[in-house]
């Protein structure tokens, strides 16, 4: 299994980034979808997930702000970012997550990102 996360960069306050979230050896569209961020110094938090049924769920701080979204036929996961703070700066991780019908739990994640936001 691979979680390919690309679309970092450095940004001024205001602008938006688009992160993609390419996988490879599972089916996106059975796992929950995550991705989290982590600051220097700071814990790994939950930015936005969605379930298999296409529920979503945000952290926060980004709510109206970030969106998460999926393309079962390219197996991606993306997170638009609008409205981008020097706050959201921190390394973004792609995650997939899922209980099997054997009800074995399976974590996997990606390499992460590095989103930076000047102000």
């Known amino acids: 299994v691979q979680l390919q996360a690309s679309g970092g960069g450095l940004v001024q306050a205001g602008a938006s980034l688009r992160l993609s979230c390419a996988a490879s050896g599972l089916t996106i569209s059975t796992y929950t979808m995550a991705w989290f961020r982590q600051a220097p110094g700071k814990q790994r938090e939950l930015v936005a997930a969605?379930?298999?049924?296409?529920?979503?769920n945000y952290g926060s701080s980004v709510k109206g702000r970030f969106t998460i979204s999926r393309d079962n036929a390219k197996n991606t996961v993306y997170l638009q970012m609008n409205s981008l703070k020097p706050g959201d700066t921190a390394v973004y991780y792609c995650?997939?997550?899922?209980?099997?019908?054997?009800?074995?739990?399976?974590?996997?994640w990606g390499q992460g990102t590095l989103v930076t936001v000047s102000s």
């Open positions: 995650n997939a997550e899922i209980v099997t019908d054997s009800l074995v739990y399976k974590d996997f």
């Open positions: 969605i379930t298999s049924g296409g529920n979503t």
